[in-house]
T-cell receptor, first 113, second 114 residues
Framework: LAKTTQPISMDSYEGQEVNITCSHN???????ITWYQQFPSQGPRFIIQ???TKVTNEVASLFIPADRKSSTLSLPRVSLSDTAVYYC??????????????FGKGNQVVVIP | KAGVTQTPRYLIKTRGQQVTLSCSPI?????VSWYQQTPGQGLQFLFE???????NKGNFPGRFSGRQFSNSRSEMNVSTLELGDSALYLC?????????????FGEGSRLTVL
């Protein structure tokens, strides 16, 4: 099972770019990498997903190096409302058979005014 | 479009009892997966159901079980509760496999075992 490791917490000032890294050394060939955001008393919410290189959407970018053993979520110009826990998820994408899923323990990001 | 609904939101049980939690997925979603969230272990995958069949299972003891009905609603059951089962139990639905695309989570059922 692909195990994920993330730093526990980090602080950032409003308006800065925040980069959060997740290590997944034993990621398998068919595993996708997905990031979720969670606010207190709510379920996680999808941010972005990728397989390799770079993916960008309206809220974040995801950088995945060639060896895919880590990934970096980049949040541009964070605001106070971005204070949350961020999880990376590595999962085997296969319709039939064993869908392996492993969440990281999450990274608490605190945005400071 | 209604989101994922979990019931009950909060419950308190004592050791040795059993508990059943319910999850109603987003309309049209056929995959329902369950997760246990604790401060020490983070989010851990319990199992996933698709079209009434358990497709995948995480590394939890047999006391944790689940099922899915023909309308995609799902229940999970924990028997012989232990103090360590106190956690937030999250359910998520998706169109297909939970490892690809977007998972839609409910707000969770917070279980306290005394």
């Amino acid at each position: 099972l692909a195990k994920t490791t993330q730093p526990i917490s980090m602080d950032s000032y409003e308006g800065q770019e925040v980069n959060i890294t997740c290590s997944h050394n034993n990621i398998a060939t068919n595993d996708y990498i997905t990031w979720y955001q969670q606010f207190p008393s709510q379920g996680p919410r999808f941010i972005i997903q990728g397989y390799k290189t770079k993916v960008t959407n309206e809220v974040a970018s995801l950088f995945i190096p060639a060896d895919r053993k880590s990934s970096t979520l980049s949040l541009p110009r964070v605001s106070l409302s971005d204070t949350a826990v961020y999880y990376c998820l590595v999962g085997f994408c296969h319709f039939y058979g064993n869908n392996r899923l492993a969440f990281g323990k999450g990274n608490q990001v605190v945005v400071i005014p | 479009k209604a989101g994922v609904t979990q019931t009950p939101r909060y419950l308190i049980k004592t050791r040795g009892q059993q508990v059943t939690l319910s999850c109603s997925p987003i309309s049209g979603h056929r995959s329902v997966s369950w997760y246990q969230q604790t401060p020490g272990q983070g989010l851990q995958f319990l199992f996933e159901y698709f079209s009434e069949t358990q497709r995948n299972k995480g590394n939890f003891p047999g006391r944790f079980s689940g099922r899915q009905f023909s309308n995609s609603r799902s229940e999970m059951n924990v028997s012989t509760l232990e103090l360590g089962d106190s956690a937030l139990y999250l359910c998520a639905s998706s169109l297909d496999r939970p490892s690809y695309g977007e998972l839609f989570f409910g707000e969770g059922s917070r279980l306290t075992v005394l």
